[in-house]
Nanobody, 121 residues
Framework: QVQLVESGGGLVQAGGSLKLSCGGS????????MAWFRQAPGKEREFVAGISRSGSNTYYADSMKGRFTISRDNAKNTMYLQMNSLKPDDTAVYYCAAFVGTVVPANPQYWGQGTQVTVSS
């Protein structure tokens, strides 16, 4: 089992940048693939990005490509999401998740509590 805690959310203006962090504890962090999901008000949770255990492979939802970058530092037990050129539509609660395997599941087993990202016009 792994416990996850997100941080770095906040209020930014459109066009700005924000970097989220997800710290892990418990079982070996590098044993898990990691992913970011988000949920906006009135909408279903959606996949944002995923990263393999070593960080060598990354995956993005089409709408995120070119603006968001997922990375991880296993020595620090931390995963990151760098968000650039933010838009008001990016406003959502962002969740980090961990999973076992090589494919990001629709509903990973382990979740953080989420961090609010608000992008103003």
């Amino acid at each position: 089992q792994v416990q996850l805690v997100e941080s770095g959310g906040g209020l930014v203006q459109a066009g700005g940048s924000l970097k989220l962090s997800c710290g892990g504890s418990g079982r070996t962090f590098s044993s898990f693939g990691m992913a970011w999901f988000r949920q906006a008000p009135g909408k279903e949770r959606e996949f944002v990005a995923g990263i393999s255990r070593s960080g060598s492979n990354t995956y993005y939802a089409d709408s995120m490509k070119g603006r968001f970058t997922i990375s991880r530092d296993n020595a620090k037990n931390t995963m990151y999401l760098q968000m650039n050129s933010l838009k008001p539509d990016d406003t959502a609660v962002y969740y980090c998740a961990a999973f076992v395997g090589t494919v990001v599941p629709a509903n990973p087993q382990y979740w953080g509590q989420g961090t609010q990202v608000t992008v103003s016009s």
